[in-house]
Each structure stands twice: as C-alpha cells, then as structure tokens.
C-alpha cells in the first residue's frame, strides 16, 4: 500500500448546502495538487451536521443530491469521500459518496445511528448491518478502502462491530469521517479507542473530524492518522480549519510524529472562542452585549467575547443599583478597561423605584424578597435587550452550570440573551479557567479582586451566594451524570445536602426550559441532550 491521503478538516455551515459544496470542491482541487490520492472529509460535510429536521425537507435532499452530482462532476485524479444525506430506495440515508473521474462511484452509508445525548439519528435514518470495503484504483493498483461513519468506530454498545467486520472482509485501510462534539478530553478517548482498533487490525486508521460551532455544540477537529503500528502519520490542531496530510508506505507511516499531548485547558478555551465566534457570524451577528456585574462569571464571559469577537465588537454595561458594592462598579470598568472593550454604567435604580411605585398597591403589607430581588435582574434584562436591539447585537448571558442547576438565576433577568458562553462551567471551572486566561494575557486582565472576593448576586443587603462551591459544584456534576445516590452521600457524609441539591435540580427544570442556549464542553450538558419532564413528581 503506498497511498498519500488528504485530512479535509473544514468548517462547514449547516444548511448551506452551496457554499459547503464550493469549500469541498476547492478543498479536493487543493489536495489535488499536493498529489494526494484520497481526500476524507467529515460526516455530513455537504449539508453541515447535524441536519436535524431539515432531512423531512424535500428541496434540503434535493438540494444535497444537485451539489453532490455537481462536485463529483469536479473531481478528477483523486478519490474524495464526501458526506451527504442521500435518498435511495424511498430511504434517507447518513452516507458518503466515493467519487473519483467525474462521477460516484460507490457509496458508504452510516450502520450505528446514536439515539443518546444530543443525538437522534434514527428519527431521521435508515441502517443496514452489512459493512463492506470499497473497491477503487489508484495508481492502477487495486485498493479496499474500509469506509466507516463516525458512530461506526464507537461501537461498544452496539451488535454490529464496523472497523472488525471491513478488515474482515479484506479493508487495507480505515476511513473514518466524523462529525464528533468536543467534550473535555475528549481527543484522549478517541486516540485511545482508534489505537486499540489498530491494534487489533494492524491496518491504517485515518480519521477526519468535523470543526465549527454549530448552535450548543461545538466541534473541535483534532483529526489524526495512525499506520499500521499505531504511530501517528498526522495530527491537526484543536478548533482550527485545515487540511492535513498522511503518507502510508505498506502500512507505515512515512513521516512519523511523536504523541501529541493535548492541554486540556487550552483545549477548553479554544473550543468556547470557536463556538462563540460561529453563533455569531453564522447567525449575521458580529456584537456582543454583556452585563458586567464586577463578578467573576461576567468577567470570563468578556473575556472570551473579547478574544472571540474583538474587543470593538463587545459592549460592557455596569448596572448598579443601590445593593452593588462600590468594587463591584470598580472591577467591572477595571476589566472593561484591561479588555479593552466599550463600557458604559447605566443605574437600575430609578427604573427600579419607578417599578416598586407602580406595584405599591399590589406589594402593599409584605416585607422585602423575592419578589424584589428578581425585579432589579429583570430590568437588568430588559436593559440589555433593548441595548443590543439598537445595536443589532446579541446579549450573552453570564450563568455557569452550578448556578444554573440549582436554580440560582433570574427567568427575565440574568437568563436574557442569545447564547451561554459558559452554561457548562461549573463554577470551579470558571475559577480555573479565568485564571489561565490571565497567564495568558500576562497580565490580570480579569481582576485579581473579582477572583479573590465572595461571589454575590447583590440583590439584597450584605448577601453573597449561599454555597460553599468546592463541594457543590462537583456534586452538581455527579448528579447530573446520574452518579448513584448513596455514593454521593458516602463521599459527602451529608445526606441532607444531597438531597437537597438533588431536589433544587428537580424544580428548577421549567427555567432551563426557557434558557438560551449553551455551549455544550462536557458528557451531560443542560440543553437539547437533557431531556427531562418539565412537570415531575418524582423522588
């Protein structure tokens, strides 16, 4: 086997099936003259993944077969494997076309459907479990490629062992495209699981991993190529588009590169700038507007703004009313400033007041609470919707996981705003993650004060939040990924904790029901890979 083979790691948009197809044709006449033979592309390239029910729409298929037929028509001299959603025999398929001379020449189509997490692909697909190499020439030798589809690779769970049954039946190579969200550490799972499969095989594995925002997920490329020994023949960057290449001489690789050794944290902050920067410029927006508090959550927010959008396209506002400490004003314009972000202050309070007057009547004879601690988040909210309407910008929101799970945020208030940066944060990670941010800089761009001081909402007097976060952010975890109960409290030694925590997860489901949406970084995000009754009576 002497082959040279094309990594198309491109960021595709959903839905826009022309523009994908001309980034593909450009891609394969790219390739082409790096005299590659092969070029892989992810899942799904053509449409951009996930689809979801743009497959019931007619045109959208229609659409997909043109532009399919279109490239192939374009493809001289290379093999290309180019995801699409295919129509054949009254079925919607997950497939990939094999061109090469100007025309499709076999197709692959995806045999594992996941229907867990963010995923539902058997709503949509169709299956069969009978895994076969393609037959091509190049160079006029004779080839089995061993062509497989994402979830094909992670098939433990599954009757149907893809990558085992291709070898099998002669594959002298493994193709695998892939449309795989980024997740912590993720990257370390994937080499793991294709380096046991090479193991097992003694065959190539080559695997095109898909890069962009695309609405709560993110993907973060990360492709690699491993020969015949499990040595890497190539690795691309994480959360940044190119095209790689590997070459393959009997098997082995013929540029060997050492183990990459991801930085995990890195890895975490690229992720979030790139799944910033596509919710904006795939969705015609290019400003940002942020509430800054003085607090530690909008602080990192404005920080990744900053380094996702610029900072001539971030708009910081201080809101003080007459509960805000005289830091918080301080840090927020400090930060503002470091960033170099616009920032303006604009008080809450007579609006504020201008409510209580108007609901004198209907609060008359109760004493000061909720009530009134939601109303100053509310006219926060309302502020900086009617400031990013008149600035034909988006409002990002400031939660982070912790907060968000038990409830500890305004439905109206805080909660307004197109996106949550850092919805999948616990507030733990948002310690840490702030910090790096700062080695980064060199400098503290966020301030040391707002990292230092007692994290506080500021809606009453002398109030700071009521969790002592080293425990309850990593329990917030743990339950949300169903961690058994009785663990929880031998770990904790507190049974009432946990199953008061369990509890403000339970009844606070109808505000995540009405959340924007956020950036999915870890296995068990808020949003649509949780699905849990709105009404739910359950202990």
Not at 252 to 269: C, G
Not at 465 to 493: A, G, H
Request: aromatic share 10%.
């Amino acid at each position: 086997m002497d082959l040279k083979i094309a990594l198309a790691q491109i960021n595709f948009t959903v839905g826009d099936v022309s523009g994908n197809a001309e980034k593909i044709i450009k891609a394969i006449a790219d390739a082409k003259n790096e005299h590659a033979d092969i070029i892989l592309f992810p899942e799904l390239a053509l449409c951009g993944y996930p689809p979801l029910d743009l497959v019931l729409e007619n045109e959208f298929v229609a659409e997909n077969r043109i532009k399919i037929n279109k490239i192939a028509e374009k493809t001289k001299d290379i093999v290309a494997i180019v995801g699409y959603v295919r129509k054949h025999d009254g079925k919607y398929w997950n497939a990939v076309a094999i061109i090469q001379d100007g025309k499709i020449i076999d197709h692959v189509h995806k045999i594992n459907l996941p229907t867990y997490d963010v995923f539902d692909e058997l709503r949509y697909f169709s299956y069969v479990n009978n895994p076969l190499p393609v037959n091509v020439v190049i160079k006029r030798r004779s080839y089995k490629l061993g062509v497989e589809i994402c979830e094909d690779l992670w098939d433990d769970r599954y009757e149907t062992k893809v990558t085992r049954e291709l070898v099998k039946k002669g594959a002298e190579i493994i193709l695998n495209a892939s449309a795989s969200p980024f997740r912590v550490s993720k990257i370390k799972e994937r080499i793991a699981i294709i380096r046991e499969k090479v193991n097992e095989s003694n065959v190539p594995f080559v695997y095109t991993n898909l890069i962009g925002g695309q609405d709560e997920l993110i993907f973060d490329g990360n492709s690699f190529a491993l020969d015949n020994e499990g040595k890497f023949a190539a690795y691309m960057p994480a959360s940044k588009e190119a095209i790689g290449y590997c070459e393959f001489k009997d098997g082995k690789a013929v540029n060997v590169l050492s183990d990459p050794q991801p930085n995990i944290i890195e890895d975490l902050r690229a992720a979030l700038l790139l799944g910033i920067k596509d919710y904006f410029y795939k969705s015609g927006f290019k400003d940002a507007v942020i509430g800054l508090s003085g607090g530690i959550d909008s602080a990192l927010v404005a920080a990744l703004a900053t380094d996702a959008l610029g900072a001539d396209h971030v708009y910081g506002f201080a809101m003080p009313s007459k509960f805000s400490s005289d830091h918080s004003l301080k840090d927020a314009e400090q930060l503002a400033k470091n960033l170099g972000i616009h920032f303006d202050t604009i008080s809450v309070e007579p609006m504020y007041e201008s409510f209580l007057s108007s609901l004198e009547k209907q609060f008359a004879g109760t004493s000061f609470g909720l009530a009134e601690e939601n109303l100053q988040a509310r006219v926060r909210g309302t502020i900086l919707m009617s400031l990013a309407n008149k600035k034909n910008a988006l409002v990002l929101t400031t939660g982070n996981k912790t907060e968000i799970a038990l409830g500890y945020c305004t439905l109206y208030g805080d909660m307004c705003g197109a996106l949550g940066p850092i919805s999948d944060l616990n507030k733990l990670d948002v310690y840490g993650l702030s910090r790096y941010i700062n080695e980064q800089y060199g400098y503290d761009a966020i301030p040391q004060n707002t990292i230092d001081k007692m994290p506080s909402a500021e809606l009453a007097e002398d109030q700071y939040d009521p969790f002592d976060y080293d425990i309850v952010s990593p329990l917030v975890d743990d339950l949300l990924i169903n961690k058994p109960i009785e663990e929880l409290i031998e770990e904790t030694k507190d049974p009432e904790l946990v199953h008061r925590i369990m509890h403000m997860i339970r009844i606070t489901e109808y505000k995540r029901w009405q959340a924007a949406p956020g950036l999915r970084v870890t296995s068990k995000a808020f949003g649509q890979g949780r699905k849990m009754p709105l009404v739910n009576h359950f202990k």
